[in-house]
């Protein structure tokens, strides 16, 4: 009767673990890439639907002149703009996720808000990390941002195809002029932080 549970109990986390991979190793043709095992093991619990992860606020910190506690709530009374044909694509090149409309609300003007704190023009170099609750990070300059047509693109998103975000967030942030669009697309945000270079 013991021996049974613990088989079953092993077969389970087997087939969990299988799930995990499976998607990397089916879809590379020719065995898979180094890269594409690091990206399987690093995929907090494989991604998706993981309740610990999901944050309900934003904090925006750092070298700002207004540090701001973000909610999806607070996002709707700022200017949100309507994207259409979201497409997440992993570095390995694997489509990971797609959506028909997402609402969002730019990076550029949620950064304007909170008011970076530059003492005068030439002051510019700072950097601005995207980090999520499982500590997953993305990284943008302030040039790229703020003096670049790469910015206008960059948002942070709380729906998607009319529902709220509810496993993936539930607030995410998305740079889609990337050539692919997964390594910056931060799920669980959890804190934008921006920081002068020393
Ligand atoms: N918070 C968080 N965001 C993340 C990741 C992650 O592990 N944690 N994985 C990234 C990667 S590698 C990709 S390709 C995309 C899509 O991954 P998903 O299919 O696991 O959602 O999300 C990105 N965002
Ligand atoms: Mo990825």
Redesign the pocket.
Known sequence: MKNIRQLLALALIAALMLQCKAPGLLRENNGPSQQALA?AG???H???ADPQ?VTRQVTVTGDVVHPLVLTVDSLRKMEVTTLRELK????TG?A??SAQTTLGVRLKDILEKATIDQQGHQDRNFYIVAR???N?KATFSWAELFNNPAGEQVYVLFEQDGKPLKE?GEMILVSLSDTRT??R????LKSIEAQRIK
Do not use: F, L, N, T
């Open positions: 990206e690093q995929h907090a494989c991604g998706q992860y997440i694509v992993c570095q694997m990971r996720d999520a609750s499982d997953y993936k997964g390594p697309h931060v799920k669980w």
